[in-house]
């Protein structure tokens, strides 16, 4: 399993630490936040744009396919009861993508680690201690 520890830095900020590198996730200042890092929903967008755009990376270097402006746009809506994401919208470019590897690239980046871990729920255990 991959370790991540994240601890409370001072009032709404948090440290996170995934192997040598130290990341900040806070809140916005209209939330009272110091906003020196993406709140977690952004994080959980981000992972999967970010994960999305390393599947098409791959499925281009495979293909002898020019990565080069490989762009992954994100956008997110949240509704309430319970409060989750409700809405994810992913649009990957890639400049002078051929027109018959489009499909190749959609069933790439939909079989991304994080999109198949939100399809197929993990099991999340909490312990408290």
Do not use: W
């Amino acid at each position: 399993m991959a370790a991540i520890t994240v601890k409370l830095a001072n009032r709404l900020k948090f440290e996170a630490q995934i192997r040598q590198h130290c990341i900040a996730i806070d809140l916005p200042a209209e939330l009272q936040g110091t906003d020196t890092g993406p709140m977690p929903p952004e994080f959980f967008v981000l992972s999967l744009a970010s994960c999305m755009g390393y599947y098409a990376l791959f499925y281009c270097t495979k293909n002898r396919i020019p990565a080069e402006g490989l762009k992954i746009d994100a956008d997110f809506e949240k509704t309430k009861n319970p409060d989750r994401i409700s809405t994810i919208e992913v649009k990957i470019s890639i400049p002078g993508l051929p027109e018959e590897h489009k499909k190749g690239v959609m069933e790439a980046v939909n079989n991304c680690i994080v999109k198949q871990s939100i399809l197929i729920k993990p099991e999340i255990n909490v312990s408290i201690g």
